[in-house]
């Protein structure tokens, strides 16, 4: 009998305003599947380690002015290069959950409201990547998100953006999203991330196929 090829591992992504618990919870998910004896690992977008991933770091920490196009593209590129390295994890059958991608791509150079640069625009160099198979959408007023730790030490993190980047990811909200209350405690918030990575693994494990953004 032909041997049944492994089932392929998911992706699933976190996206949400700064500050809502993105890292927090990946790294959280990421630990827990791993004790539940999935192989997972933890990525995250933008990419600082790579030559691109320097210039967009430089780029968020002021030291470097870009074009807003250039850094748009930057950022895209960002996920091009590690595109074929993260089809080839799936498919040996690592989940990757994954910190912020292409919605927060498009949301934040859309907030800018740069003339030429509208959310067509922003979709465009995404387009063809991997989407993920499941977006855990981590939902919180950027007036509370505020309030945490850490808020206005990078290039973005200034409250009117930030509005503005939330109503764009409202914008860019399908269907098949799950929106998770950020407001309640870690722990909660947890077990609801746990809950819908679970869903995402198991249809994968049935079979899903990997699809491609904005198809
Ligand atoms: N950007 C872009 O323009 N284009 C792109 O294509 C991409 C990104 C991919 C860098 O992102 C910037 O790049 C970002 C978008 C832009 N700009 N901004 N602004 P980043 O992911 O590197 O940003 P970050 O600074 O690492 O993460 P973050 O979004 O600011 O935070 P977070 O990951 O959502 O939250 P956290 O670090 O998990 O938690 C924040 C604090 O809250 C921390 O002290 C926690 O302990 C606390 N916390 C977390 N959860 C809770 C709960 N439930 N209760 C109480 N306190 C909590």
Redesign the pocket.
């Given at each position: 009998a032909v041997p049944k090829a492994a089932a392929r591992g998911a992706f699933i992504l976190f996206e949400?305003v700064?500050?809502?618990?993105?890292?927090?919870?990946s790294t959280k998910l990421v630990e827990s599947l791993k004790a539940a004896g999935v192989n997972a690992e933890l990525w995250?977008?933008?990419d600082r380690t790579t030559e691109m991933g320097k210039m967009i770091n430089a780029y968020?920490q002021s030291s470097l002015d870009m074009d807003d196009g250039a850094i748009h593209l930057l950022?895209?590129a960002n996920r091009w290069e590690k595109r074929a390295a993260m089809e080839k994890a799936l498919g040996d059958g690592v989940t990757l959950v994954v910190?912020?991608?292409?919605y927060?791509?498009v949301a934040?150079?859309a907030a800018k409201e740069v003339p030429g640069l509208d959310l067509e625009w922003c979709k465009a160099p995404e387009r063809g990547l991997l989407r993920p198979d499941a977006v855990l959408y981590?939902d919180m007023p950027v007036d509370a998100a505020k309030t945490?730790?850490?808020f206005g030490e990078?290039?973005?993190?200034t409250g009117e953006l930030?509005e503005r980047v939330r109503t764009h990811f409202r914008v860019l909200r399908e269907d098949w999203w799950t929106i998770i209350d950020?407001s309640?405690?870690?722990d909660d918030?947890h077990s609801k991330c746990a809950a819908a990575a679970d869903e995402a693994i198991q249809r994968c494990r049935e079979g899903a196929e990997l699809a491609r953004l904005w198809d």
């Open positions: 949400g700064d500050r809502c618990g993105k890292t927090t919870q995250r977008y933008p968020l950022f895209s910190d912020r991608y292409s927060s791509g934040f150079t981590l945490r730790g850490g990078e290039r973005y993190e930030q950020a309640g405690t870690i918030v």
